[in-house]
């Protein structure tokens, strides 16, 4: 893995732009109007279920533990071979494609999966809030990068890890900017995963992204 820094140009902490990909892949299957609180039209009750999970976590969670509260509900999923619906394992030689499954109807959180083809990645970026990553199938790989100065607009970013990632591992994300890092498929066959974000993304599909140029 290759260890020399780059430089990274970020306004501040909140600016949010979305990656590129296809963040609202499902608008493919159906209409703008079909698109709504709950559970996504096509998508598999096993979604609804992991969410009523997530629900009852977050009445009784205090908010340092909402990443682990989200973990805990994605990690008895993933083995479900009926979890996701044919049409939502489809990738995009293209992009990668983000879909969609559940959006909470207060607002305080949303499920997705993202299907990689090889060779496709994300830029490097933190997130805007807490959120947590399971593994459904393939091997796709987290880079992790360390943030060298803080100091605006300018700031370092140096690789500090590169992990092979494998179905049915959960990882958590935090808030901000010291948890850098991009994702992406270098496999030659395809990855999906499954994310759990504390961000309406019905309403704003890329408001949890901070990236870096």
Not at 175 to 182: A, E, T
Not at 200 to 206: K, R, T, W
């Amino acid at each position: 893995m290759n260890h020399d820094k780059s430089n990274a140009t970020i306004s501040n902490d909140s600016v949010v732009t979305p990656f590129p990909g296809s963040p609202a892949a499902n608008l493919d299957h159906h209409s703008k109007r079909s698109i709504q609180y709950g559970l996504q039209p096509g998508t598999s009750d096993l979604i609804d279920e992991m969410a009523a999970t997530m629900r009852a976590t977050l009445e009784r969670c205090q908010p340092h533990a909402l990443a682990a509260a989200a973990k805990a509900s994605l990690r008895g999923y993933l083995c479900e071979p009926e979890l996701l619906r044919p049409e939502q394992r489809r990738g995009n030689k293209n992009a990668y494609t983000r879909q969609l499954l559940y959006a909470d109807p207060d607002k305080q959180f949303s499920i997705l999966s993202i299907v990689w083809m090889p060779g496709q990645r994300t830029p490097i970026h933190g997130h805007t809030a807490w959120g947590a990553l399971g593994i459904y199938s393939g091997t796709p790989y987290c880079e992790v990068f360390n943030t060298g100065s803080k100091q605006q607009p300018r700031m370092t970013l140096e690789p500090t890890m590169k992990l092979c990632m494998h179905s049915g591992e959960v990882n958590t994300v935090q808030p901000g900017i010291d948890d850098v890092h991009r994702i992406g498929n270098d496999s030659p066959t395809p990855a999906i995963t499954i994310h759990i974000y504390g961000r309406d993304l019905l309403a704003s599909p890329g408001s949890i992204n901070i990236t870096f140029n």
